[in-house]
């Protein structure tokens, strides 16, 4: 009777350590799913990395970026690397990838476990007031917002769009924690301008 018991114990168990484990693999693939799209933001990307590479103002016909595009808002996968590659190829006449150029960006944004490029969307969302608020401690040291500071100003118009009346209260803000008579370069509210420019290319 005793073996029994310890059967059906260790029967359980069995199940219950498995039914947990499902969870997290199915959220963590839900997430990584979300990550690895080719928006307009990794495109521009890439575009960056080909222009280095021609030293031209505008992407080359059946170039990365080209090829890019046309897999555009896709999940990068093996097909997507290999089209942005072989466009690469058109324009180095190289066999394979160059270190830091449009392919090895694409495959590192494949093999990412976290999103290498966030959405420019022009709102104080979550992202920006992050920004917003690693400006600010690198004003004061602290880590901590303070009250009423640029943190604080940018959290009060969460997920508006920037403009200048939130703006000019995150500048208020700053001018509380730093004491000078206008926005500092680099600091809190050139942090925000910068992302509202960003969102305009």
Not at 12 to 28: G, M
Not at 135 to 157: F, N, S, V
Request: hydrophobic residues 30%; without cysteine.
């Amino acid at each position: 009777m005793s073996r029994s018991v310890i059967t059906s114990l260790f029967k359980l168990s069995s199940v219950t350590s498995r039914v947990p484990a499902a969870r997290p693999s199915v959220q963590k693939t839900f997430v990584l799913a979300g990550n690895r799209t080719l928006n307009s933001q990794t495109i521009s990307e890439i575009t960056a990395k080909e222009k280095q590479l021609t030293g031209q103002d505008e992407p080359v016909p059946d170039g990365p970026t080209a090829q890019a595009q046309k897999n555009a808002n896709q999940p990068i996968n093996s097909k997507v690397i290999s089209d942005v590659t072989q466009g690469e190829r058109n324009i180095t006449g190289m066999d394979g990838p160059v270190a830091g150029g449009p392919a090895a960006f694409t495959q590192s944004v494949a093999s990412s476990k976290s999103k290498p490029i966030p959405d420019h969307t022009g709102k104080l969302d979550s992202d920006t007031i992050s920004a917003v608020n690693s400006a600010e401690k690198d004003l004061t040291g602290l880590d901590q917002p303070i009250g009423g500071g640029p943190t604080a100003q940018a959290q009060r118009h969460a997920n508006e769009p920037i403009n200048k009346d939130n703006l000019h209260d995150i500048t208020e803000g700053e001018k509380l924690v730093t004491g000078a008579d206008g926005p500092l370069k680099g600091g809190p509210t050139a942090t925000a301008q910068s992302e509202l420019t960003k969102s305009r290319k």
